[in-house]
């Protein structure tokens, strides 16, 4: 798929190392809630984000800091100037009907806001759980008010919302109420404790997951789940919690570019 050009149109300031990136291209941009593209800065290398919201010719991507790319993203890229981009690609969430719960964790939350704007559009309006370290570290609650049933923010520290994680908060919630789906991004470890609670209970999942993704295409290997040699990439990277189980990988192990694997807790 070849490159297109995409103009920044506005740069906001979410959290210290967090920030939102509204982008637009000259055509009208399709994809769906949970898919990704590839964004490459000429020189510097490319590196896979997830759509937070995406509105005809524009789209949002919400950029994390954690290497080189997003560093130079970070303290290079202004309005005015240019990305280059490849996709949308993967497998994105499938929204289905009934009551829904989206849990995210994180900057993982960002894709999850487009998935609760179409939610709320299609079928209803979702309740929500978002789980942050503390208030400093907390983003887009006011656009998730605007699609959300019921919005609950948590915190590690208490210092916004409940006091405990996003899972505690999920928890109580599943046991009042009755849902069809849980969607869910984040932390690995709290993905894992939400796709054991869901279906224990009945309740589909749908998990979108992070990986080490070079090509995007499903080639190089470098995104693959073992033993089931599942690509992140192209048969993600939003998967059912079923199908994550019966990997070895989900909730244990990220693979390095070497292809070692490494416990997912040591991964930053």
Known sequence: MPYRVARVEEVRNLTRDIKMYTLSINETFNSDPGQYVMVWVPGVGEIPISLSLVD???FRLVIARKGKVTSYIHENIKEGDKLYLRGPYGNGFKLQGGK???VGGGYG????L???RELARR???PDVVLGFRSKEHAILIS???EYADRLVVSTDDGSLGVRGTAVDVARQLVDRNIYATLYTCGKEQMMYKLVELALNRGIKTQASLERLIKCGIGICGSCVLEPLGLRVCRDGPVFDGETLLKTVDFGRFWHESTGKPIPIEEVK
């Open 100 to 102: 829904a719960l989206i």
């Open 56 to 58: 005809g010719e524009t």
């Open 114 to 116: 487009f998935l609760a």
């Open 123 to 125: 079928y209803a309006r």
């Open 143 to 145: 656009e998730f008010e």
């Open 109 to 112: 939350v960002a894709p999850l």
